[in-house]
């Protein structure tokens, strides 16, 4: 079974500084790889998603993440972080059967605060 | 164009009773995903429908049990309410299976 893993439960960073947050999966093809965040109260917003192609993938409020197959990582980047961005952070997997549906697997999510 | 939405947002069952919550998916989208979140085992993936079929289901007991209808709204069932169904549930849509998800707001239920 595919498995997700964000090393980082909690991770502090100054408002203007960069931002990575890391994903490390495991599973035998390459998956679909998304980026979700969640704010308090609130559902999942797609911020990215990796299907196939340019590896570098780009996603909405500025931010990035880089799919490494040998790495089997897809680290999400932010250059400069607002205020705004603080909330946790979901990584997640789909399978890529071509037919099948079986759900995305999250990591346990990465819990982002912001320092003025 | 409208976000998924779901309903009721927040509920409140006793143990032993019987739940059913609503999934309106974003026009267009034919399928719909169920997830429940806890601050203890997280996200975890219930159950999909696409075409009113349920194409999967995750690892929970027969107590959950949801249906889609010919429009692509979606329900879920939990029968037999335990404490441990305390959770956030959400509900995803997708153009069709393999596409990307958009989750709703969810449903905060709390068992007493």
């Known amino acids: ?116 | 164009k409208a976000g998924v939405t779901q309903t009721p947002r927040y509920l409140i069952k006793t143990r032993g009773q019987q739940v059913t919550l609503s999934c309106s998916p974003i026009s267009g989208h034919r399928s719909v995903s169920w997830y429940q979140q806890t601050p203890g085992q997280g996200l975890q993936f219930l159950f999909e429908y696409f075409s009113e079929t349920q194409r999967n289901k995750g690892n929970f007991p027969g107590r959950f049990s949801g249906r889609q209808f010919s429009n692509s709204r979606s329900e879920m069932n939990v029968s037999t309410l335990e404490l441990g169904d305390s959770a956030l549930y959400l509900c995803a849509s997708s153009f069709t299976p393999n596409y990307e998800q958009y989750f709703g707001p969810g449903t905060r239920l709390t068992v007493t």
């Open chain 1, 1 to 116: 079974a595919q498995s997700v893993t964000q090393p980082d439960i909690h991770i502090t960073v100054s408002e203007g500084a960069s931002l990575e947050l890391r994903c490390n999966y495991s599973y035998g093809a390459t998956p679909y790889l998304f980026w979700y965040v969640q704010s308090p109260g609130q559902g999942l917003q797609l911020l990215l998603k990796y299907f196939s192609g340019d590896t570098l993938v780009q996603g909405i409020k500025g931010f990035e993440a880089e799919f490494k197959r040998s790495q089997s990582s897809f680290n999400l980047r932010k250059p400069s972080v607002h205020w705004s961005d603080a909330a946790e952070y979901f990584c997640a997997v789909g399978l890529n059967s071509g037919g099948g549906a079986d759900g995305l697997t999250f990591g346990k999510g990465t819990h982002l605060i912001i320092q003025p």
